[in-house]
């Protein structure tokens, strides 16, 4: 972190960086351009160093062929002044470069004629002069002296003579003839130069046959050509690192600047955001599309997903209950509209995790700092513990209301208990006085005897209901005894047996064998399955084709299952939580309290009621009871 600190802070030296190796590369490419501009002028140099020094020998060779043609054309004749100013040759050579043509006897090597005078001659001789000669038959030498500077003059091009200087020298580095007027080398300087040897032997006396064999031509650039660019570039290179210095120093200012502003604006927006993400209250930038531009942490926790999977989310939200989609759209067309309550709104959102959330929503105009609205800020507080009090609350007044009509329903029961004994006795007696009675008359009708015995039977039973009930409502413990839930079963099955035959409901009873005993109030018990019994038989009457009720036990684990199954219309829906409670009802005369009843029996003896569809149609009731502590731990 501090290395990148490092970096970012001395980020102003780049550009002076980059200027300085620009700076270099110009100075490289200026010096590899001069490099190349001097090795070019040296390969010029030499070309044409070879290219003069081969005129020069076409020059001497034409020159040595033209005193040929000359020896040639005086031979056989007397040797004379006038001999030789006769000829044409002789003419022709003296305006072209010859000095003076001599003839010579060739065995005294005695002056026979000689062309001009030799004091004219002297005139036109300059330096060191040289020497070509031509034998002339039948004993003659002809000689011509020319001057070399003059060969030089003659021979030389004239663009080259401008470019060049062009010399003779000798092996002692001396000047033999020069094509200039000052000749001095030293006056040269360290010009560019370039020294080629010529080839074969230039004759300097011709009467020794003295030869300069280490002559040389060397070329002399007079004006090298001057390098413009290399100035320019150091004038260049001079004013622009000053000026890439300033301007570094002016991008390290406000860089400063610009990181204060930063830091600053960093430090603002920190506050700004701790802020935000402190309070209770969730918000949300919106623009008029419905996008989020922005969430606080508190709005994050709320729907319980990430500030990276909300901003840029256009509507359908992901927090959308996916059952309310048409309902949540529709109110934030109006909500975008402009039509949002001022008051705030309810609305239920579907947190990630799958539980709902209650929030109140309140939506304001986004105004940006030139005054103009860009969207709607919308302020959010969760009010799901709000709305879970209000329904606990709500729920305590039904229970409270509920208790009080329980309460007065047990009263009426215990009245309806107290008024029904004296009858139920009543009954009791007169069915036992009529069955004496006719013992003593000698009756023996055995259907009406035990008519009258069934009689006494329902009657003590009546009234051992009434009084297990009473003493149920009057919130006393149910009396456990060890008892056989199959028998229970059986004894509440027979009463019901003519019922539903008369109803036309096929009764099946299938029962464990060995199902263990149980500790229940078996009065109580025999009441819950006659209560499930006669529900699935109201539930059949409106089920058109054959209707059947399936009584069986079965052992599951520590407990005793009792399941009571039917093929009619089922529970459309409904939850055992429903149908169990109080004062709810699903037939047209029912008072609601069966069931809840039932259930309250059922936890009293420390088991479960259930209810849930079947598997083949219809409904299924089961209740489970615990087997005693003698079976369990056998």
Known sequence: MKLRELLIRSLWLAPLGLSLIFVLGVLAWVRANEAEEQEQQRQTLISDALSTEAQLRDRIDEEQAHLRQLAAGLAGQKPSVATLAAHPEVNAGLRRLWLAVTWLDSRSNRVLAEVPAESEANRYEDGLSLHLTARVAPDGVLVVRYAPALLLKRGVPWWLARKYDVQLVDSADQVIASSTESPLRAAQGPRPSYRVALTGPLRASP?????????????????????????????????????????????????????????AGRTEAAWRRAMEDSALVALRARDFDGRLLYVNRTFCDMVGLAPEALVGQLPPMPYWPPDAHEEMAERNRRNLAGHAPREGYEARWRHSSGRMVDVMVFESPLVDAGGRQIGWMGSIIDITERKRLEDRERRQVETLAHNARLTMLGEIASTLAHELNQPLTAIASYGAGITNSLAKLGVQDELVLGALQRLGQQATQAGRIVARIREFLTRREPRHERCDLNEVVSAALELLQRDCQQRGVALKVSLAPGVPAVLADAVLIEQVVINLVRNAADALQAHGGSRRIAVSSRVVGEFVRIDVQDNGPGLAGRRVEQLCAPFYSTKADGMGMGLAICRSIIEAHQGVLDASEAAGGGALFSFSLPLSREVVNG
């Open 207 to 263: 009467l020794t046959q003295a030869t300069l064999t280490d002559a040389a031509l060397e070329l002399t650039v007079r004006e090298p050509a001057a390098n413009a660019i290399r100035p320019l570039a150091w004038v260049l290179v001079a004013g622009f690192l000053p000026l890439i210095a300033v301007a570094s120093w002016l991008l390290r200012r406000q860089m400063r600047q610009v990181q204060r502003a930063e830091v």
